[in-house]
């Protein structure tokens, strides 16, 4: 083939691949608008449902909720078409962003993300969560507003920063143990699962003393160790069950932890530093379980060494529930965290469990300001968060609890109710001021653990004061952050008050109006308490060696 004869190929060939990346293009535009029928119909209204949810269920559920909104709207004489497109957690934040920036986003999102982006590109939702869901005619919730109809009456949902409701969340979920009951069993000669920490940390005993009969590595306790998951669910659960007499006395403003208060009691020895320890003290000695090198094993590895046999115990939350009990080869029973009695050194004045009422609330979907069609985007929104469907695609196909309330469970999700029958609640963690310190602090833990430390309350007390002066600057740019916020809310502030001497009488300016006024004493008071905290950080002292 001559050199003429063979530039003609490549160009043949050249222009072949062109054309048929031009139809597959036109095909994929086809497909992603609604197909043919969508494309030839100027009446359709195409909207798209965008989330990072990958687990056995989800897509399943929701195409089966979709068809029933496309035919429902179709009975009201409204073409809709509603696209499903799902995007791996790894590259969602980067999609994420390139859709609300790039100005075309998808109708209805699941969001992620700072306040301001949300402020940015979502819809505010508080005009309509007052109102009545008119999908729940004929259901438990059909009396109740869209906000009421909330397990949580939205409070997971309120972004402080601009008194304002971005979006609602779909699931709930609890932590739990899962527990292999084949090994359990053979290890400790019982049925009888442990209900407290000091049964727990015995049968751990006699999970290794099985294991060196057997010749077998054994893991008594499999944990997320790559992202720290495990350690800061049993930091927040312990720090809650030892210390929540704390928010009796921990805030001047509400029923909370106030860091700053809690270290002004230390420093005028009000307070045994002691008491602030013992939960890292605790955890230290639970992690002696987890298995070698536990800090480098991510969540699918410690997945695939609970199914694979090799892990007694495993503590994660109900989101993996289904998939563990359905994909191991062995018996899987679940239970709840164990609580710290009265038998365990550290038990002493422990209230046991904490509530676990609005805990877990997740899966926020918002709509976009930029959607086509948001008088359809909010009402499949409200559609999605239903009774019925919303039960439908969480309970029946995911195997997760609803985030709405009156939903029942059976079977194996009864054991994922939250608990509820207690005065206490969750309480925060002191010492956690922000990113950086959470972050070290957990590092401080796992390092800790690692090195079987025998004074891990000395040792975590004493990093934290050296990092005292990054976690200083952490709290001053949280602090510039405020101060932005508050510029911004008393900006519209005045706008509202201009509102309202045009129109007195419109509620709806009234209703915001208070709204913002009451995010802006809330910014003053995180200003307060800021401040207080890197006035009260400077004070505290080294722990003496030989004493408190």
């Given amino acids: 083939m001559s050199k003429e004869q063979l530039k003609k190929y490549f160009n043949s060939l050249g222009l072949a691949i062109l054309a048929g990346f031009f139809i597959v293009s036109v095909v994929m535009v086809i497909r992603n608008h609604g197909g043919m029928d969508v494309v030839l119909s100027s009446n359709t209204k195409v909207i798209t449902f965008a989330h990072w949810q990958l687990e056995d269920g989800f897509r399943e559920g929701f195409d089966e909720a979709i068809a029933e909104y496309e035919k429902c709207k179709a009975e009201q004489g409204i073409k809709v078409k509603v696209n499903q497109v799902a995007i791996p ?27 301001d982006i949300q402020n940015q590109y979502m819809v505010s939702l508080a005009p309509f969560i007052g109102l009545k869901n008119p999908w729940n005619i004929g259901t438990p919730l059909e009396n109740h507003s869209w906000r009421d109809s909330f397990i949580d009456d939205m409070l997971s949902t309120f972004d402080q920063t601009y008194s304002d409701f971005f979006g609602v969340c779909i ?237 029942e469970y059976e079977g194996l999700m009864k054991s994922f109710e939250p608990v509820s029958n207690t005065n206490y609640i969750p309480i925060r963690i002191p010492f956690d001021l922000g990113t950086y310190s959470r972050s070290r602090n957990l590092q401080r833990v796992e390092r800790n653990i690692i090195k079987n430390d025998p004074n891990p309350g000395f040792s975590f007390w004493d990093g934290f004061l050296k990092d005292r002066p990054m976690i200083i600057d952490e709290l001053k740019e949280t602090i510039h952050g405020v101060q932005r916020n508050l510029w911004v809310m008393d900006a519209t502030r005045s706008a509202l008050s201009y509102g309202l001497e045009e129109s007195p009488d419109d509620e709806f300016l009234q209703l915001r109006g208070n709204i913002n006024l009451e995010g802006i004493i809330g910014r003053w008071r995180i200003l307060d308490e800021q401040n207080d905290i890197i006035s009260e950080l400077g004070k505290l002292e080294e722990i003496n060696r030989h004493g408190n």
Wanted: aromatic letters at 10%; hydrophobic letters at 35%; a neutral charge.
């Fill in 171 to 407: 699931f709930m979920h609890t932590i739990r143990v899962y527990v292999n009951m084949d090994l359990y069993e053979k290890a400790c000669g019982t049925s009888r699962l442990p209900e407290t920490v000091t049964e727990w940390l015995a049968s751990c005993r006699q999970i290794n003393e099985y294991g060196r009969e057997i010749n077998k590595p054994l893991i008594p306790i499999g944990v997320r160790g790559f992202d720290k998951g495990t350690l800061g669910q049993l930091l927040s659960d312990y720090n809650s069950q030892m210390n929540a007499g704390l928010a009796n006395n921990g805030s001047p403003y509400n029923y909370a932890v106030n860091s700053s208060e809690i270290f002004r009691q230390v420093n005028a020895a009000q307070l045994e530093r002691g008491k602030l320890l013992r939960p890292y003290e605790l955890v230290n000695e639970i992690g002696q379980y987890f298995a070698e090198g536990f800090s480098a094993i991510d969540l699918e590895q410690t997945k695939y060494l609970f199914s694979s046999g090799n892990v007694c115990y495993f503590i994660d939350g109900t989101y993996n529930a289904w998939s563990l009990v359905n994909n191991s080869p062995f018996r899987v029973a679940v239970i709840k965290m164990p609580e710290l009695d009265g038998g365990h050194s550290l038990g002493r004045g422990a209230v046991g469990r904490v509530s676990e009422l609005g805990a877990g609330i997740g899966g926020k979907f918002g709509v976009t300001k930029k959607s086509k069609h948001q008088d359809i985007a909010l009402d499949f929104l409200m559609f999605i968060t239903s009774y019925k469907i919303n039960k439908m695609t969480m309970v029946e196909h995911c195997k997760w609890m609803s985030s709405l309330k009156h939903v």
């Fill in 89 to 115: 957690v790894r590259g969602y934040s980067q999609w994420y962003l390139t859709q609300l920036i790039g100005g075309e986003p998808a109708d209805v999102i699941e969001i992620i993300g700072s306040s």
